[in-house]
């Protein structure tokens, strides 16, 4: 500010001119009255343009409020009356500067010169401003005179000694992804010994950019102390205390005296209104107990903040502490605010990303860049978006519409998704659909350099974590996955539990679904062999969750590969390999032991817990009628209650609802043990429940609903199954004991969609138009099977359906999940051109799915593992579904459901048989039809049975005598121990 007054003070010549009400404003903010300097502003730039000094202060009023488009115009046409005045000159390209447009100005001072590099190497000259000086490298950077960039920066980093000119040529040497050169700068400036307050200031932001935000605190709060009045000090201290989550420093040296935690807060309230240091201070008061006055705070910003980032801030405080609803909802005012800025227009696209509304957020980041063509943060999300959706072609093509950029539209598709790795994880993720964009020849560049991306630019341990996963995961080339690893490890040398977890992530993470055909085996055996290797060098980790990332499950990849017989062996090594890293999970509850002592348990009931995500159905229909006089049913939910009916269901049905942490094993595992449990009964299939079930929680352990992920570990007691859907002998396949039931063991409600009866004919080719966009002639195949069920087995099935039968489709669901791109490449390779003919559609709701279920030709079973729930709703609606049964676990699901009511048509005998039912069922509507009443009517044994509910209850009073024997876990087939 003080740098301005003195540039216009030659202009301040009249009491009553725009100079006088410009120095009004100034004395209006000094005292905090923004509306009065608001409206001094309007009043200047809505002036008569009558003289130089009129011109250029209603320039410089456009610019604080945030008009820079009429700033620029205001100044330019003082220009065009006034071309001679040094003054107007200055402050034009300044404010050209200042918004990234210094573009522009070269242009204009060009006009009737042919040589624009002339003009830009006269303006390094005579404009030392840090603004112009960096703004002008940029462009020549933007331009292609990179030699001239080069020797100007040579010449700064030589010989340059201003802190705010290097500071500047930092911003923009990484906005160009020149890193390094930005880190020869901060290191430069991190060692200065600050003889001011503007010396602590960069030395300090310096150390931050380099990721030392200790240090940075430590050297403001050093600052401080030496400068007590610097308030610029004390406000950037409060901002990375902000982020490192440390505001109780900021208590202390700001406000040492204050009497309570929440005086201190509230004077710090009233002192930085900055959107980060107050939802640092919100976060603070919710872990304080200060719970009144942050949610007032939170709610004051909700309700009557018109700050962009305020907003913005908020919505990520409240998605940090899972209060998702709020956060979409303060998206939803951010993404429907009319923007005034580029902060405006990045943060509404952010929002519209947030919403998954990236139609939207694409429209919105082309009208900010519309009006500020060169905005670096806008361009740079607009690459990201259009290269997630692949539309290179919009990208290229709304560029070039653009007077100016900061970016040249690529020269070349590889250009595009080569910038597109500044979201590495985006660009993992959508690798093997951006491989099928470029030439084949340039696939292997494009591998090489994003190892080399990686090499120059270190990635956080949280996104090196989910890219080494992903790595894995996605089945994506050994060789790219393995340079990946080694690429980002480099970043983390000496630190051990880093480089530990990258380890694990690459060694233990299987594919979720094959690439190609492979022989599961070698697979598996590699994996029990790596869990081997590495308990027996055993080196502790904070916590699985955390330092593995929530989506490594991979006790559900080791399934989905079909090697049964290596199951439980695989989950032996797992567990080995986890306790020797996380020993805290080998625990066992104080009251196990205690438990079954009869003489202590006189008159108690069995107290009875489900451990399940809330999302699960098929189980919480037991609770209630559980008999209350043995029982005491407690329901211990993974994190917050989900909003669906079954989340409703348990909450309703269980006699007790505990919630426990989902992030956090070692607290879930004490909350767990806690309730005292006698029986846990539980659907392991992620972490939060997983984890927790290594543990010895109760004296009986037992899985129910999901396949029997856990079997293999010590402390798993039982599983719970359906004898006709599992192996002739179980002994084969299962290390742990099993318990198989004559009826279901589920509950299953009756449903709410298609109870009435069939759809019509019309409704019928209405879902067919609305979801598929194809008419009643074109026969549907649907396998309603998720993703990893889709084994390489089933594509030869797939092939033949679809070759013998050319007006088909074949309809998959969830296509929008991130494995499921692998099975797009690898169905791509094995149907060839009948690839031409598949559907992937995203997840739909339960009415949608149900009204597709109903509108279809015909519904295929997944081979060698089946549909389970898909298949129990599938046969309540009426919905005949192919199955070819297999002898392995989850492998006959579909076939026992059809043998306990007596439908056995569809059963298939072999490969043969299979595609033959299929293609009868699709193309013969009255059989089909028949068919369809069929299977609905004789659904209803199964449907609330309560032959199920008893059986289920004796079995657990039985499982706990034999236990209060003190005999151990047994076998229980044909209604007895074995």
């Given amino acids: 500010m003080s740098k301005l007054k003195a540039l216009l003070r030659p202009l301040l010549f009249r009491s009553d001119g725009p100079g006088s009400l410009w120095t009004q404003a100034d004395h209006a903010l000094a005292n905090g009255d923004h509306s009065r300097a608001t409206e001094i502003y309007r009043q200047l730039a809505g002036a008569k343009l009558s003289s130089p000094e009129s011109y250029l202060y209603a320039g410089l009023a456009q610019q604080r409020l945030h008009r820079p488009s009429e700033a620029i115009a205001a100044l330019e046409s003082g220009l065009a009356q006034y071309p001679n005045l040094p003054l107007l000159m200055e402050h034009y390209l300044r404010v050209c500067a200042e918004l990234d447009q210094v573009d522009r100005a070269i242009r204009r001072l060009a006009m009737g010169h042919a040589d624009e590099r002339q003009v830009c190497e006269e303006l390094f000259v005579r404009y030392p401003d840090p603004h112009v000086q960096s703004n002008l490298i940029g462009h020549a950077l933007r331009t292609g005179w990179t030699d001239l960039a080069e020797a100007k920066i040579e010449a700064l980093l030589q010989h340059s000694d201003d802190n705010v000119l290097l500071w500047r040529l930092a911003d923009v040497l990484l906005q160009y992804q020149r890193d390094e050169q930005a880190r020869v700068i901060y290191r430069r400036l991190a060692v200065r010994t600050p003889e001011n307050p503007l010396g602590v200031l960069h030395s300090a932001l310096a150390e931050h950019r380099l990721g030392n935000s200790e240090r940075a605190a430590d050297i403001f709060e050093a600052g401080i102390r030496s400068f007590p009045q610097a308030a610029e000090l004390i406000e950037h201290f409060a901002l990375i205390c902000a982020q490192l989550r440390q505001m109780r420093r900021v208590i202390r040296v700001a406000v040492p005296d204050a009497h309570s935690e929440q005086q201190a807060c509230e004077a710090l309230f009233a002192r930085f209104p900055d959107p980060q240091i107050q939802v640092g201070l919100i976060d603070h008061c919710l872990d304080a107990g200060l719970d009144q006055l942050a949610e007032q705070k939170i709610r004051a910003i909700r309700e009557m903040s018109d700050d962009a980032l305020a907003l913005w801030q908020v919505s990520e405080l409240l998605l940090s502490r899972e209060r998702t609803e709020e956060a979409n909802a303060l998206h939803r005012k951010l993404a429907g605010r009319e923007p005034k800025d580029v902060e405006d227009y990045h943060l509404s696209s952010l929002a519209f990303v947030c919403l998954s509304e990236l139609d939207e957020c694409l429209e919105c980041l082309e009208r900010g860049l519309l009006h500020y063509p060169a905005a670096g943060k806008l361009l740079a999300l607009y690459m990201k978006i259009c290269a997630k959706r692949f539309e290179y072609d919009r990208y290229r093509d709304f560029l070039g519409s653009l007077e100016a950029a900061d970016l040249p539209p690529p020269v070349s598709m ?109 697979d598996v055996r590699r994996f029990i062999e790596a869990g081997q290797r590495l308990a027996a060098d055993p080196l502790s980790l904070d916590e699985p969750i955390a330092d593995m990332t929530n989506n490594w499950t991979p006790w559900q990849y080791i399934f989905c590969l079909v090697a049964p017989e290596l199951y439980g062996t695989a989950i032996s090594a797992f567990e080995k390999m986890v306790f020797s890293t996380w020993p805290r999970l080998d625990f066992t509850a104080g009251h196990v032991a205690d438990a079954v002592d009869s003489h202590k348990r006189a008159g108690k009931k069995l107290r009875l817990g489900f451990i399940v995500h809330d999302s699960m159905p098929m189980m919480s229909g037991f609770l209630p009628r559980l008999d209350p006089q043995r029982f005491e049913t407690v329901f211990l939910r993974p994190g917050k209650s989900g909003k669906s009916a079954a989340a409703q269901g348990w909450l309703d049905r269980a006699g007790k609802v505990v919630q426990y942490s989902d992030v956090d094993m070692d607290a879930a595992i004490e909350t767990i043990a806690g309730e005292a449990l006698d029986i846990i009964v539980s659907g392991p299939s992620i972490a939060a429940v997983y984890y927790p079930m290594m543990a010895r929680l109760a004296p009986l352990q037992m899985v129910l609903l999901e396949p029997n992920w856990t079997d293999g570990l010590t402390n798993a007691d039982y599983y719970i199954s359906w004898a006709p859907a599992e192996p002739a002998t179980p002994s084969d396949f299962y290390k742990t004991k099993v318990a198989l039931f004559e009826h279901p063991p589920y509950w299953i409600e009756r449903p709410e969609v298609g109870s009435k009866g069939p759809i019509s004919p019309q409704a019928r080719a209405e879902v067919r138009r609305r ?208």
């Fill in 414 to 522: 590889l250009d595009f998704y080569r910038a597109s790795m500044s979201a590495p994880v985006d660009f993992v993720i959508n690798l093997q659909d951006i491989e099928l964009r470029i030439e084949p020849g340039d696939v292997s560049v494009l591998r090489q350099d994003f190892h080399v991306y990686l090499r120059k630019n270190p990635q956080p341990i949280k996104i090196a974590r989910v890219l080494v996963f992903f790595c894995r995961y996605l089945h994506l080339p050994g060789d790219f996955a393995a340079g990946v690893c080694a690429a980002l490890q480099l970043a983390f040398e000496g630190e051990d539990k880093a480089s530990r977890s990258l380890r694990i992530l690459d060694e233990m993470t299987p594919p979720m679904i094959p690439r190609h055909a492979i022989q599961p085996a070698d």
């Fill in 771 to 978: 979801l598929l966009n194809v008419g009643t002639d074109t026969r549907v195949y649907l396998c309603a099977n998720t993703p990893p069920k889709i084994h390489p087995d089933m594509d030869g099935i797939f092939h033949e359906i679809l070759e013998r039968d050319q007006d088909a489709i074949l309809v998959l669901l969830r296509g929008e999940y991130p494995p499921a791109k692998t099975l797009r490449n690898r169905l791509r390779e094995t149907l060839g051109t009948l690839y031409d003919r598949v559907v992937f559609m995203s997840t739909m709701s339960k009415d949608d799915a149900h009204m597709l279920l109903q509108a279809v030709d015909c519904c295929v079973d997944s081979y060698p593992l089946c549909g389970m729930s898909s298949s129990f709703d599938g046969a309540m609606l009426g919905i005949p579904t192919v199955t070819l049964p297999a002898n392995i676990p989850f492998g006959r699901w579909t076939a026992a459901i059809y043998e306990y009511i007596g439908a056995t048509t569809l059963i298939a005998k072999d490969r043969e048989d299979y595609v033959e039912l299929a293609l009868r069922v699709a193309s013969d509507k009255e059989w089909r039809e028949q068919l369809s009443l069929d299977i609905k009517r004789k659904s209803s044994r199964y449907v609330e049975s309560e032959q199920s509910s008893r059986e289920f209850e004796a079995f657990l009073l039985k499982a706990w005598d034999r236990k209060r024997q003190g005999q151990a876990p047994a076998n229980w087939l044909n209604g007895r121990w074995q």
